[in-house]
Structure formats: C-alpha cells, structure tokens
C-alpha cells in the first residue's frame, strides 16, 4: 500500500496505525494544554476498548476532568459507532449493490441510533446485523481536547459526583517533543453531571433550504421528504436537497448550500477580518470540463450518513457521488480545524483528480505559499508561474486569517507522481474550477492525482467494493484520502505550516489506566482522634473539660458521625457523645468533652477515651489520665 502526501487537509495514514490509539495532528498557533507546548488545538480521541473500565456505559453518563492542584471538569463526547447496510442510507432495494461499513451512528438518519437495527424500506424487516449497542462499546470514540489536559493526580481523591472505580487516567504525548505530557481523566458521574461541562467549542446546523416536503426520516414509519435520486447533470443548477447549513466557532465559520458543496470560510481567530474568502472546496475528475465534480456529485443521488452537534466537536457524513454510489466523505469539525476524510468508491475509468480550495476576490491581497514555493505568490487574479510537485503543506495567509492544508493519501492503486494545481485568473475558460461557484479561480490550489493501470494503457482501478476488481488486481483496490485544514490568525510564517504538518505526520499519542497513571488512588478512610492535653486535674466534684480534635486523615470524605467518650470506671461521669458533621479529606473539627469526677470515691487517676464513629468505622483516641487532687485547693 502506498502512503504518499496528498495536499489541502488530509490526513496522513500514520496516524491511523499507532497500536495505543492516535490524535488527531495539532497545530502552532493556538493555546497550549498543559505540558504540551504548542499542541493545546490538538484534539483527542480513544475508542472504546481504549477504556474498557467505562465499557457498558451510558454515553451521557461518561465524564471528564482534570487535575491542576484541584479538579476541574472538562468537555467530552461520545459519537457512537455501528456497522451500517449502506443500500439503506441510499435507499436501495436489499439484494443489490450490497455494502456495509462501521460508520457513526445518528438517529436522525437512516443509519439509526446505535442500538436501533435498520430496516428494509420495502419490507420493514430488520437488516441482521445493523442493531448495534446503545451503551459505550469498542467502536464508539470518546472525543477531548488536549487543551484541557492538566496535570498527573495519582494518589488524590476523586472529584465529588462521580464513582472511582471507573476512573480511567488518559496520559497524553507529543512525539515531536519528549517528555512532554498531559492528563485527563474519565469517570461515570454518580450526580447527573453534564458531559459538556458547560461549554459548545462547536456549533452545527444542518438544516434543508427550502424545507424538505416531509422529515428526512419521519419517526415510526419508512417516508421520507429526502430526495435520494439524481436531478440531471445541468452544472448550472442547484443541488438535490438545497442545504443552508453552517458550522460555528469561536475560530471560524462555514457553509455548505448542498451534500458535496462548501461555498464560504470566515476566519476569525487573532483579529482576522472575518470575510468570507471562499468560493468553493472543488473536487473534480479532471482538471478541465464539467462532466464530474462536486456539484454534479451534489446533483446526484446520495444520502445522510451523520450529522452530529456536539460539545467537542460536528460530524458531517454523507455518501453518494455520481457513479461513485457508495463514495463516502466525513467532514469533522474541531475548534479551529477541519478533518475531511474521502473515500474513493468508484468503477475503473476514473484516472485523473483535482482537489482544489479555489478561494473567492475576498482573499485579494493574500499569499500563497506551498512546500516547494516558500516565497509565496500573491493572490490577485493575474495568473503566476509556480513549481509544481508533490505538496507537503499548502498555506494562504493575509489580513483574512491563515489557512493551512496538509494532506495525505492511503491508497494501493499505482499513482503517477503526484503533482499539485494552481490556477490564479478570472478568465479561466474550460478549467473545471468554473463548474461551480463564480467563474473564476482566485489562487486554487491543491493536488493533482492520476491513477494508472499498467502503462501503455491507463485506465484506473475500482475501488468500489460492489464490482469485481480490475487486473491485474485480484481484490478490489482503495483509496483514502486526509486532509486537515488548520484556521489561524492572520499573517502566519512559513515555520508555521512546516510544523503542521510534521504534527500531523506525528500525532499526539495516548495511554490509558495503570500505564498512564501508576499511583492510581486508592480510597482510604482514616480519622485522627486527638485530646488537646494527655493529661489533667480537678478536684473531687468537678468537672474537667478535654478538648477532643478529629481530623479526616484518609483520602476520602467521612459522613456525618459522633465522638463519644469511653469510661473504665463508676467513679466519673461523661455527659453523652456530640455529633461531628461529614470531614473532607484534610479538614478537623474540635469537640469539648466534659468529666466529671464523683466526691467520696478516692483519689486514684481517672482514664477515659475517645472514639470517633462515622460509616461504620469507629477510630479511637490515646487514654487521657485526670488526675483527682487533694485539699481545698
């Protein structure tokens, strides 16, 4: 299989095959977690069998914190995972074109919840296999951001409102610098915790414009208002299912008008000018024509795999591209990144792709840099010669904020050497960047793949797994592409891109439980029963007056109890036992428990003790002797 840079904000096949589980790349130049210098933008993601103490939980019952001197909760997601029949998202006949994979569960959509089996739309009999489980399992991903990673808690009691035996401790690393490190902690709240804790670093709306007919997947019933078939290759007219969908960040802003389409970017972070400074993210077979490209794909059949809002991070997932019946693409939105994962499933023919982010006049007066043109070209309109070559990193920076696209392919289909495209002209003639969007090309830039079979005769290989493969393979090929868009602040340097993309050639990488914290707590109670003096003296008839101290000297909190004096002999008397409220680790509370010694019983010391009782455990106190004095005085 080869592994090869691609271009714009793919990811690369590395992070995809570290045997402790994988983080998605991180960038330069937004906050740093603790103990991870320059990787605060990272997110994290385990599966579940990465935390098999949390395995059978509610997803809405699986909490966050870290640890910096005290507890603090922070946000996680669980996107649920199932093995999916595709011929249903596409609203096929079960029997034909037979395609499964794992892919995110969304109740919403014909993919259902996880737990809920799919069902065939001619029948309404459950597809075996398709059911899933509704608790935490092996699939599903738990989602954080290593921004808020802190410090090792080991031995430390846990935050109140969650059970610790399901503590599972999550070290964070950066391979780019060792030693460094971050800690977040996974438990099951006990209280009703929200997993949020209170924060959106993502806000998705997906949302059909004009309004669908009826629901996309009306609740009890097989109707949908979802037009799953093609509308006709017209380049000039709308998609199927007109969207007017957008995604939100603090960062950055997007929005999507159809299935395949992107048709704005509005950069936000450190003072960017916030205009909208893209006209499309075009995909198109060849580098000239309209015949296939991502309005046609949007004009064409297609379905809803996933569309997910959550507190971490949005999912957009969706399959269908022309010919490529089961071509699937996932667009995952982070706080101030995007991941957009391609995969090619499409008959043999297909040999020659671009993928281009073709920016709008918005984006006038910024530059365009790549791997192989540091220097940079200005984006103006006026066509520049650049070298072309495989891309390592791409950039477009100015006023508007900064874009860098790194992106990888994994594929086992021979490729000529990868080249790159960019085209900066407002008379661009039959260049494909006109297919869609305004009809010019405003610094496009991206990648150029071209599939071959054996030379003389190139003519691709399929990919789709519905169709026997083509010699002179024997199984049916793959191709997969990465790619991750970082969204910074205006005016970044070319080290700034370099980085990227070795972060994202070396994601953070993680450990969980006893391999990632060692001195994992272990409850202990314990209390301290302390009388401020070991001894004292009254006369007969008096009372002396011993000032108890119990102090909470475990690592767990003590209930509610009572220090109770103890008494080895008739010739004194106590006065009952005082209640003691509950004791946080650490924290003493002081009783004052009185003696009286009787007349006419001698002199000898009278002993008593003391003993704290609190949750079934009683702790006790040295002997204090009280002395029984003579005389008058």
Known sequence: MQEMSFHSGLKTAAALSLA??????????????????????????????DAPSLIGLAPSDLVAFSYDGSWSQVPVQVDERKWADYRVIRRFSIGSQQFGS???????????????????????????????????????????????SGSIAGNVAPPSGVDDATRTPVKISDPLNPGASGYIYLFRTTTGLDPSAGRDYVSYDQQFSPALSSPYKSPGTLTSGYNFNSIGDNVSGPPVNPEASSVVTDNYEQTFPGRWLVDGLKIKEGGASGVDILDGDKSTVNSTGCGRNELTFSRGGGGQIANIDGPVRAIRSYIGANSGTYTQRDQIYWSDRLETNTYLRVHAG???????????????????????????????????????????????????????????????????????????????????????????????????????????????????????????????????????????????????????AQQVDAPLTFV??????????????????????????????????????????????????????????????????????????????????????????????????????????????????????????
């Open 350 to 500: 297909i040999t020659d792709f671009v993928m281009a982010v073709d920016y709008s006049e918005a984006a006038s007066g910024m530059t365009y840099r790549n791997n192989l043109n540091e220097s940079g070209v200005t984006i103006d309109g006026i066509p520049d010669t650049v070298t072309t070559g495989n891309l390592d990193w791409e950039q477009t920076t100015g006023n508007q904020g900064t874009v860098t696209n790194i992106g990888r392919i994994v594929t086992d289909v021979p490729l000529r050497p990868i080249t790159s495209f960019y085209l900066d002209s407002t008379s661009i003639g039959s260049s494909s960047m006109a297919c869609s969007g305004d009809t010019k090309a405003i610094g496009a830039s991206g990648p150029r793949i071209q599939m071959i079979t054996d030379p003389p005769t190139p003519g691709g290989r399929n990919t789709d797994p519905t169709l026997p493969p083509t010699a002179p393979s024997t199984e049916v090929n793959n191709f997969t592409g990465y790619r991750t868009s970082f969204y910074d602040p205006p005016n970044e340097p070319v080290a700034t891109s370099r980085l990227r």
């Open 512 to 633: 969980t439980g006893a391999l990632a914290d060692p001195d994992t707590y272990v409850p202990k109670a314990a209390a301290k029963v302390k009388p401020a003096e070991p001894r004292q003296a009254v006369r007969p008839g008096k009372v002396a007056k011993i000032m108890v101290t119990v102090t909470n000297s475990g690592n767990v909190t003590l209930g509610a109890g009572k220090v109770c004096p103890k008494l080895n002999t008739k010739r004194a008397r106590t006065f009952g036992c005082k209640a003691i409220g509950s004791l946080a680790p650490g924290d003493s509370a002081v009783r004052t428990m009185p003696v009286k010694v009787k007349k006419g019983k001698g002199f000898k010391p009278v002993k008593v003790a003391f003993q704290f009782r609190a949750d079934g455990d009683i702790y006790r106190s040295a002997v204090v002797r009280i002395h029984v004095r003579r005389g008058s005085r």
């Open 20 to 49: 402790v589980g994988a983080i998605f790349a991180g960038a330069s130049g937004a906050a740093s977690a603790a103990g991870l210098p320059d990787r605060g933008s990272d997110p994290i993601v385990l599966k579940g069998a």
């Open 102 to 148: 794992v892919v995110y569960a969304d109740a919403n959509t014909w993919t259902e919840a996880d737990g809920i089996a799919q069902k065939d739309w001619n029948t309404g009999q459950e597809i075996p296999g398709t059911t899933g489980d509704p608790m935490l399992d092996a699939d599903d991903e738990i989602a954080m951001m290593a921004k808020d």
